[in-house]
């Protein structure tokens, strides 16, 4: 690959709109897209306009997609500047979402974790990406 690829992580969910209130109002991505009743999923695609990632929740009609399987199942978001790390902080904490103590105490370090509606982690990372 030469191009820097688009990245879209798909995951089931029996709560899309708790969960599309979390990712959208909580952590502040857009609303990118959305479907109903394609082939019996209803779905909501959410990012950042531009970014070279996005997130898709779907939920398929008659089907259970229960809760994540572990507290470590993470999506990490490395916020090198302080301000904009503690303005995500405080956008998640409005939206009523507190920070979680983290499976792995790697990641309370320098960062917070957040759970949303199904039990899957979020990291705000206060931290860049440095390899």
């Given at each position: 690959?030469h191009e820097t690829p688009t990245l879209?992580?798909?995951?089931?969910?029996?709560?899309?709109?708790?969960?599309?209130?979390?990712?959208?109002?909580?952590?502040?991505?857009?609303?990118?897209?959305?479907?109903?009743?394609?082939?019996?999923?209803?779905?909501?695609?959410?990012?950042?306009?531009?970014?070279?990632?996005?997130?898709?929740?779907?939920?398929?009609?008659?089907?259970?997609?229960?809760?994540?399987?572990?507290?470590?199942?993470?999506?990490?978001?490395?916020?090198?500047?302080?301000?904009a790390w503690a303005a995500a902080v405080q956008?998640?904490?409005?939206?009523?979402?507190?920070?979680?103590?983290?499976?792995?105490?790697?990641?309370?370090?320098?960062?917070?974790?957040?759970?949303?509606?199904?039990?899957?982690?979020?990291?705000?990372?206060?931290?860049?990406?440095?390899?």
């Open positions: 690959m879209r992580v798909a995951r089931p969910t029996d709560r899309l709109p708790d969960v599309v209130r979390f990712y959208r109002d909580g952590l502040g991505l857009s609303v990118l897209g959305e479907f109903h009743d394609h082939d019996g999923f209803d779905g909501v695609i959410l990012g950042r306009e531009g970014a070279p990632y996005h997130l898709e929740f779907t939920r398929a009609h008659g089907q259970a997609a229960g809760r994540a399987p572990t507290q470590d199942n993470l999506l990490v978001f490395y916020l090198p500047d302080d301000a956008a998640m904490n409005q939206a009523g979402y507190p920070p979680v103590a983290s499976f792995n105490p790697y990641w309370d370090r320098v960062g917070l974790t957040f759970e949303d509606p199904d039990g899957y982690r979020v990291v705000l990372q206060r931290a860049a990406w440095s390899r």
